[in-house]
């Protein structure tokens, strides 16, 4: 059973730090190109940030290039988002999702809430 799990959600005032973490099991993690997409509410779900399998090749949207770091660990099935210097505007579920060939699995994702 495939399963993408999300955590690391929360609360933090702007200007806070959030680790996300997507734990995966059931399929073979370190062959799959991953990504972080967000969801706001009332927005279309948007991509955050994505990494290749083997980790040599990292993507990030504009709006969080130099704020948030993508990483996976094959060997732990894991992959993290660090999110510093977090905005308002950062609000959003955040999910994983794992993609290769027309395959693709989700998580349930996790809430970040930014204010003050």
């Known amino acids: 059973q495939v399963q993408l799990v999300e955590s690391g959600g929360g609360w933090v005032q702007p200007g806070g730090s959030l680790r996300l973490s997507c734990s995966a099991s059931g399929f073979h993690f370190g062959s799959y190109p991953m990504r972080w997409s967000r969801q706001a509410r009332g927005q279309a779900r948007e991509l955050v940030a994505a990494i290749s399998s083997s980790g040599s090749n990292i993507w990030y949207a504009d709006s969080v290039k130099g704020r948030f770091t993508i990483s996976r660990d094959n060997g732990k099935n894991t992959m993290l988002l660090q999110m510093n210097s977090l905005k308002p505007e950062d609000t959003a579920v955040y999910f994983c999702?794992?993609?290769?060939?027309?395959?693709?699995?989700w998580g349930q994702g996790t809430q970040v809430t930014v204010s003050s």
């Open positions: 999702n794992a993609r290769r060939d027309g395959t693709e699995f």
